[in-house]
């Protein structure tokens, strides 16, 4: 058969789909998925701007944040309502292996991308009410729940001292001793970065440091881990941060903070059922 005889009955549209010259539709419909469907907010505008961190895309998470924000949407409801059902989701995807590790970085920036917008809203109030040292633990890259943390720490008049992420155990406690906190926040999302949490409590202990309590929180971590080392209370959500600190300025320690830790930040927290 001749080239062009060939060219007449090849199945054109066949291969352009086969070699992805074009294509046959989206390769994925995470809105579709039954463990996204779960978390997927139904109502506007928070589907959209969990639908924009699913599909990474930084541009349009902060013009739907914009849109929010404009129409009266409280930035905190963005945040929890909208972009963290998004990371919720995504999370789902990356743990079926639908998601991989560059989809939850373009994720990840598109969350940060909006969040942005979020905290300029908050504001930051002018009064500082006492400081605040927070740090990923040693090794550990994630910092969104962090930035939350220090976010509302500081819309709530806080001075929050930022160490960054995959902070050294040393730097911490250097930190701590430098500004002397009223509180102390640790952020760890792998079970291989968490026990970053006791060696600082310990250390801060052999060294005759203490602070009135030592926020943790974090994906991996889990209020049983976090009750089994002195001065730490298990952090739920980014938002309890400053109600814990705001606890410690009024002279709470931090065995009182865990035994109250549903009357203090105000709301029914399933993880402290039974202390409620
Ligand atoms: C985004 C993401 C990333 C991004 C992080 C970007 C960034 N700048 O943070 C990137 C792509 C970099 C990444 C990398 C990796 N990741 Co990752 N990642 C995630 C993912 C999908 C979401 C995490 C997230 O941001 N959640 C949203 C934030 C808001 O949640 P959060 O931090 O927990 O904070 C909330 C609360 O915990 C609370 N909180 C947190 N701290 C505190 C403190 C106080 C005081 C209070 C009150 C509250 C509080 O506030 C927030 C809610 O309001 C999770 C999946 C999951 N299920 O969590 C995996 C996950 C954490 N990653 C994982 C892994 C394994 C990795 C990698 C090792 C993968 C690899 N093979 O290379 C690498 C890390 C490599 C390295 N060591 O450098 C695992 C960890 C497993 C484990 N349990 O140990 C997870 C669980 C995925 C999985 N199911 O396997 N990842």
């Known amino acids: 058969m001749s080239l062009m005889d060939w060219a007449k009955k090849a199945d054109f549209d066949m291969i352009f789909k086969r070699y992805n010259v074009i294509i046959e539709g989206p390769a994925i419909k995470p809105e579709d998925d039954p463990d996204v469907k779960k978390v997927l907010p139904k109502d506007e505008p928070f589907k959209s701007l969990a639908m924009a961190v ?125 500004y002397k906190p009223v509180m102390l926040t640790g952020t760890a999302l792998m079970t291989t970065t968490m026990t970053a949490f006791p060696r600082v409590a310990k250390a801060l202990q052999e060294q005759g440091v203490s602070v009135p309590v030592f926020g943790c929180g974090g994906g991996a971590v889990k209020r049983d881990f976090v009750e089994s080392y002195d001065m730490g209370v298990y952090g739920v959500k980014a938002f309890h941060a400053p109600k814990l600190a705001e606890a410690a300025l009024a002279g709470k320690s931090w065995k009182d903070i865990r035994k109250e830790y549903p009357k203090i930040v105000g709301e029914f927290v399933s993880e402290y059922a039974d202390r409620m």
């Open 54 to 178: 699913i599909f990474g895309d930084a541009e349009k998470a902060v013009q739907a944040a914009k849109s929010a924000l404009d129409s009266g949407t409280p930035p905190l409801d963005v945040i929890e309502k909208g972009l963290s059902k998004g990371m919720d989701a995504v999370s789902a995807l990356y743990a079926k292996a639908a998601y991989f590790l560059p989809d939850i970085m373009l994720s990840a920036d598109a969350m940060t991308a909006a969040m942005a917008l979020a905290e300029q809203k908050l504001g930051r109030a002018r009064e500082k009410k006492g400081t605040v040292v927070s740090f990923v633990a040693e090794g550990d890259p994630h910092d969104i729940g962090k930035n939350l943390v220090v976010m509302f720490l500081k819309a709530n008049g806080f001075e929050a001292v930022d160490l960054g992420r995959d902070v050294p155990d040393k730097e911490v406690i250097e930190a701590v001793k430098k």
